[in-house]
């Protein structure tokens, strides 16, 4: 996938916790094709940043978080694909629900993982975020 960017995109990504471990999706289509990422997406216009965490994961995942804050950022630049994105990364405790495949355009499944141990290959800004060392269980 190529894109046309002429200025870095705003993503928003979610680590969301439940029982000691995160939740990680598979890409389908896009950018990184079957690659494993958090859910999230792209910020809005004119939207605050933890309505659109919380928004992105209603509309992926069909879940409810709470306890969302900031964690982290990484600047995500994939030359190749003409893909450069400043993504903002919150962390947040599962509330409520089972997640499910709600846009099966973008995503193959869901699951729950260990931090230690979570799926490969990982998106770029996923792998970036863990390459800073970032742990949303010691924070």
Same mark, same amino acid.
């Given at each position: 996938?190529?894109?046309?960017?002429?200025?870095?995109? !705003?993503?928003?990504?979610?680590?969301?916790?439940?029982?000691?471990? !995160? %939740?990680?999706?598979?890409?389908?289509?896009?950018?990184?094709?079957?690659?494993?990422?958090?859910?999230?997406?792209?910020?809005?216009?004119?939207?605050?940043?933890?309505?659109?965490?919380?928004?992105?994961?209603?509309?992926?995942?069909? #879940?409810?978080?709470?306890? #969302?804050?900031?964690?982290?950022?990484?600047?995500?630049?994939?030359?190749?694909?003409?893909?450069?994105? $400043?993504?903002?990364?919150?962390?947040?405790?599962?509330?409520?629900?089972?997640?499910?495949? %709600?846009?099966?355009?973008?995503?193959?499944?869901?699951?729950?993982?260990?931090?230690?141990?979570?799926?490969?290959? $990982?998106?770029?800004?996923?792998?970036?975020? #863990?390459?800073?060392?970032?742990?949303?269980?010691?924070?």
């Amino acid at each position: 996938m190529n894109t046309t960017q002429t200025r870095p995109g !705003v993503g928003v990504g979610v680590c969301v916790r439940k029982d000691g471990k !995160v %939740l990680m999706g598979k890409r389908k289509g896009g950018l990184m094709p079957g690659t494993w990422a958090f859910p999230g997406g792209k910020l809005d216009m004119n939207e605050e940043l933890e309505a659109c965490a919380a928004r992105e994961i209603r509309e992926e995942t069909g #879940i409810e978080i709470e306890n #969302i804050r900031f964690a982290a950022f990484t600047n995500d630049i994939a030359k190749e694909a003409g893909m450069h994105y $400043l993504t903002l990364f919150y962390v947040a405790d599962w509330k409520a629900g089972e997640p499910q495949v %709600l846009e099966p355009d973008k995503c193959e499944e869901w699951k729950w993982s260990n931090w230690n141990e979570l799926p490969q290959p $990982l998106f770029i800004s996923t792998r970036n975020l #863990i390459d800073s060392g970032y742990n949303p269980f010691k924070i």
